[in-house]
């Protein structure tokens, strides 16, 4: 096994004598220099994990070759020698990045003891960076298609954060992938071999979500005939995914938050249990909007949304439809035996996909279910898909003799309800506007049911 390197820098000739024997005998291959450019130069060279560089020197200070050995190799500690118990000058060592410092005059146990402790960390980082890259490459991408900028910068952050432990929040439209950006978080960290749990807070009754998500002892209320475990026991040592958490009634919200900020559920009858979960959640809703409404609490949103990650829909991202398209076909088997003409293809880019992946792929599948041959053409398009932007690049066509801005936006607002089927929720999103905005608009123009 080859002997750990130690850089030593000082002007000193007697005590960097001294230093480089009590490390030799400590079993440390130890190399020398008299100044900070010698030092930089035996550094570029060898790489050494732990550098101990006196601060006052002739030439580059202390302070300058620990600033230029951090910002070519982070990772690297650095111990500084300063003199005389000079507080000042160590605090400044330490906010450029020092490890630590010894102060002048030291014993050999205190330099072999900080130079032990120092290879004890950098070991450490090393192990965290190579298990990270690790886990990074793990992250699994497949049914994430997108060679759009948008979906770059998504698949770069859930890179970044997958191997982490921190609580994710996603926020999108529906349908366009929230589960799938979960499941690679989960399967991209430490706790890939563990379950993977999603539990949809919007499709539960809000009497039984409470014993969903953190379960209900024996007697604990007329019916609950046996203990039952809830999502967050049975995601113990994994991932437990909250889809639709906007829509978390206001009084379950504080247990939900005792559960991220302790560690800690309560079943419902039952006592206190520490758990060990990583929590991944997920919403269409605007929560910053539903704070200032007061149906969501500033406190769970914080804490849920240490990092957020926003899906664009897929309007944001035509130029992914094609490859999307592709995609689906070779899922059904069938890449190399469809085609789709460049028209029906165009028209399909086009299309504003309210409904994102998920509609995309039902109009794909029902395409594939009624086409006449092994060729879709525009054609074969339902007329919502082949109408809108195939006379012109605009979304306006308007009469030469003008028209009204309110009577446009009454038009948009319907057409948006209409694409929505009604959803307002999902109209405003479609609309960019907050929800209460487009209440107002639907009140000003009398289109409220």
């Given at each position: 096994m080859s002997k750990a390197k130690v850089l030593l820098i000082d002007d000193d000739a007697s005590l960097r004598r001294v230093m480089e024997y009590t490390l030799q005998q400590a079993g440390y291959q130890v190399l020398v220099a008299a100044d900070g450019s010698a030092g930089l130069e035996l550094f570029a060279k060898e790489v050494p994990p732990v550098v101990i560089t006196d601060v006052q020197m002739p030439g580059e200070s202390g302070y300058e070759v620990l600033r230029r050995i951090k910002s070519e190799n982070p990772r690297t500690q650095v111990i500084v020698i300063t003199a005389y118990g000079t507080v000042e000058k160590a605090v400044e060592a330490m906010k450029l990045?020092?490890?630590?410092?010894?102060?002048?005059?030291?014993?050999?146990?205190?330099?072999?003891?900080?130079?032990?402790?120092?290879?004890?960390?950098?070991?450490?980082?090393?192990?965290?960076?190579?298990?990270?890259?690790?886990?990074?490459?793990?992250?699994?991408?497949?049914?994430?298609i997108g060679i759009s900028d948008a979906m770059h910068e998504v698949f770069a952050l859930v890179r970044k954060v997958a191997a982490s432990d921190v609580t994710v929040l996603l926020s999108g439209e529906s349908g366009t992938g929230k589960e799938l950006v979960a499941r690679a978080l989960h399967q991209g960290s430490v706790r890939n071999a563990a379950p993977f749990v999603a539990v949809n807070c919007a499709a539960i009754p809000t009497d039984l979500l409470e014993s969903e998500l953190f379960g209900h002892v024996r007697g604990a209320f007329t019916g609950a005939v046996r203990d039952r475990l809830g999502t967050f026991e049975r995601a113990e040592g994994g991932t437990l995914f909250l889809d639709e958490v906007g829509e978390l009634p206001l009084e379950l919200q504080p247990k939900l938050l005792r559960a991220l900020q302790e560690k800690e559920i309560e079943p419902v009858g039952g006592r206190p249990k520490r758990l060990d979960v990583r929590v991944v959640a997920a919403t269409n809703r605007h929560l910053e909007e539903e704070m200032r409404q007061g149906r969501f609490r500033e406190d769970l949103y914080y804490r849920l949304a240490v990092i957020p990650i926003h899906l664009p829909p897929l309007r944001q991202r035509r130029e992914d439809i094609p490859l999307l398209i592709r995609h689906l076909l070779q899922r059904e088997g069938l890449l190399e035996t469809v085609e789709v003409a460049p028209e029906a293809l165009t028209a399909l880019s086009n299309y504003l996909w309210p409904g994102n992946v998920r509609e995309l792929e039902n109009a794909l599948q029902r395409l594939l279910l009624l086409r006449q041959d092994e060729t879709i053409r525009l054609k074969d398009l339902p007329e919502k898909i082949?109408?809108?932007?195939?006379?012109?690049?605009?979304?306006?066509?308007?009469?030469?003799?003008?028209?009204?801005?309110?009577?446009?936006?009454?038009?948009?607002?319907?057409?948006?309800?209409?694409?929505?089927?009604?959803?307002?929720?999902?109209?405003?999103?479609?609309?960019?506007?907050?929800?209460?905005?487009?209440?107002?608009?639907?009140?000003?123009?009398?289109?409220?049911?």
């Amino acid at each position: 096994m080859s002997k750990a390197k130690v850089l030593l820098i000082d002007d000193d000739a007697s005590l960097r004598r001294v230093m480089e024997y009590t490390l030799q005998q400590a079993g440390y291959q130890v190399l020398v220099a008299a100044d900070g450019s010698a030092g930089l130069e035996l550094f570029a060279k060898e790489v050494p994990p732990v550098v101990i560089t006196d601060v006052q020197m002739p030439g580059e200070s202390g302070y300058e070759v620990l600033r230029r050995i951090k910002s070519e190799n982070p990772r690297t500690q650095v111990i500084v020698i300063t003199a005389y118990g000079t507080v000042e000058k160590a605090v400044e060592a330490m906010k450029l990045g020092a490890s630590d410092y010894l102060t002048k005059p030291f014993g050999r146990d205190e330099l072999k003891l900080l130079v032990a402790r120092a290879l004890t960390v950098f070991g450490l980082e090393e192990e965290n960076r190579q298990l990270r890259q690790q886990l990074e490459d793990r992250v699994d991408f497949s049914r994430m298609i997108g060679i759009s900028d948008a979906m770059h910068e998504v698949f770069a952050l859930v890179r970044k954060v997958a191997a982490s432990d921190v609580t994710v929040l996603l926020s999108g439209e529906s349908g366009t992938g929230k589960e799938l950006v979960a499941r690679a978080l989960h399967q991209g960290s430490v706790r890939n071999a563990a379950p993977f749990v999603a539990v949809n807070c919007a499709a539960i009754p809000t009497d039984l979500l409470e014993s969903e998500l953190f379960g209900h002892v024996r007697g604990a209320f007329t019916g609950a005939v046996r203990d039952r475990l809830g999502t967050f026991e049975r995601a113990e040592g994994g991932t437990l995914f909250l889809d639709e958490v906007g829509e978390l009634p206001l009084e379950l919200q504080p247990k939900l938050l005792r559960a991220l900020q302790e560690k800690e559920i309560e079943p419902v009858g039952g006592r206190p249990k520490r758990l060990d979960v990583r929590v991944v959640a997920a919403t269409n809703r605007h929560l910053e909007e539903e704070m200032r409404q007061g149906r969501f609490r500033e406190d769970l949103y914080y804490r849920l949304a240490v990092i957020p990650i926003h899906l664009p829909p897929l309007r944001q991202r035509r130029e992914d439809i094609p490859l999307l398209i592709r995609h689906l076909l070779q899922r059904e088997g069938l890449l190399e035996t469809v085609e789709v003409a460049p028209e029906a293809l165009t028209a399909l880019s086009n299309y504003l996909w309210p409904g994102n992946v998920r509609e995309l792929e039902n109009a794909l599948q029902r395409l594939l279910l009624l086409r006449q041959d092994e060729t879709i053409r525009l054609k074969d398009l339902p007329e919502k898909i082949r109408a809108p932007v195939a006379a012109s690049s605009s979304v306006l066509t308007l009469p030469d003799e003008g028209y009204s801005l309110e009577a446009l936006e009454k038009e948009a607002v319907e057409e948006a309800l209409r694409r929505c089927d009604g959803n307002q929720s999902k109209a405003a999103q479609f609309l960019r506007i907050p929800r209460h905005v487009l209440l107002y608009r639907l009140e000003k123009y009398g289109l409220r049911n």
